[in-house]
């Protein structure tokens, strides 16, 4: 038990445009959810929290208008790039949580900006 | 602020132990995770600690001593599929996770 999924797996994508990038708990409901972003070499950075039906927690440095999150359901969270730039491109990945304190991770998507 | 050290990299030889320590200074502690992470992958759960002492899960430990903050992961019977990051985290006051930099640990045959 305890599946997250994110998708898609990689993207490349123009600068200027917009990525989407889905995160789902197959198998429990997600009471939070957590985006994170990781460079190479470098650990984990927590780049917000969000908890259904209400806005996103960013991080301090953390751009709310570029990087917008929607968690509309309890299975459910969305991270948009907007306006992707070069410098966006990282291994961007997502964890949720229910009642209890363990989070649990998907397997990540690596965006590349060109 | 909230602090946590671990060394940045490991060598270790295949069949060996290996102990992986980690020092932390947060608000509050609500428990301490050890994951592994492998190049270009999401990390991984390994352990949980919360109370003081061993935890011990096949050829995983993990210790915890909270009044010095202190933990420290062992690996036994080293494999060279153990060659990862492995990353501790600390639950604060909030239930945020604080992340450490990772070990990279290297296992050579």
């Known amino acids: 038990g305890a599946v997250v999924s994110q998708h898609p797996s990689w993207v490349i994508c123009k600068s200027g445009t917009s990525v989407k990038i889905e995160c789902r708990s197959l198998?429990?409901?997600?009471?939070?959810m957590f985006w994170y972003r990781q460079f190479p070499k470098q650990s984990l950075m927590l780049m917000a929290t969000?908890?259904?039906?209400?806005?996103?927690?960013?991080e301090q440095g953390v751009e709310k208008d570029k990087f917008l999150i929607n968690h509309a359901s309890l299975t459910l969270s969305t991270l948009t790039v907007t306006s992707a730039h070069p410098e966006d491109s990282s291994f961007y990945i997502c964890s949720a949580r229910e009642e209890t304190i363990e989070q649990y991770f998907g397997p990540g998507t690596r965006l590349t900006v060109t | 602020g909230q602090n946590i050290d671990q060394p940045t990299e490991m060598t270790a030889t295949e069949g060996a132990i290996v102990q992986i320590n980690c020092t932390y200074q947060?608000?509050?502690?609500?428990?301490l995770f050890w994951y592994q992470q492998h190049a270009g992958e999401a990390p991984t759960f390994l352990s949980y600690?919360?109370l003081d002492g061993l935890e011990e899960k096949g050829r995983f430990s993990s210790f915890l001593s909270r009044s010095k903050g202190y933990s420290y992961l062992l690996l036994k019977e080293l494999q060279m599929k153990d060659s990862a990051s492995y990353l501790c985290a600390v639950l604060d006051s909030n239930y945020q996770l604080i992340w450490g930099a990772g070990t990279k640990l290297i296992i050579k045959p």
């Open positions: 969000s908890n259904e039906g209400s806005k996103a927690t960013y």
């Open positions: 198998d429990f409901q997600a009471t939070t």
């Open positions: 947060t608000s509050g502690f609500n428990g």
């Open positions: 600690n919360v």
